[in-house]
């Protein structure tokens, strides 16, 4: 007759994906948070009030002058 184990490699098997799941989402956006610092640091210029402000290039409307 074999030894009976009672669930003990399943005991808790749901919580453990669910916590190792929200730890890897919460490092992903932590890294990406990091990332988008160091990489659009060059973007933030002083505004005329002393604040810091953003400015991307890419995201800027142009502003046409109309034509004469």
Request: proline share 7%.
């Amino acid at each position: 007759m074999g030894r009976y184990v009672p669930k003990t490699y399943n005991n808790r098997r749901w919580l453990r994906v669910i916590f190792t799941t929200i730890v890897v989402v919460l490092l992903t956006v932590l890294i990406l948070f990091i990332a988008l610092f160091f990489g659009l640091r060059s973007y933030f210029l002083p505004g005329e009030d002393g604040t810091q402000r953003l400015e991307i290039p890419w995201l800027m409307e142009e502003q046409v002058s109309p034509i004469p």
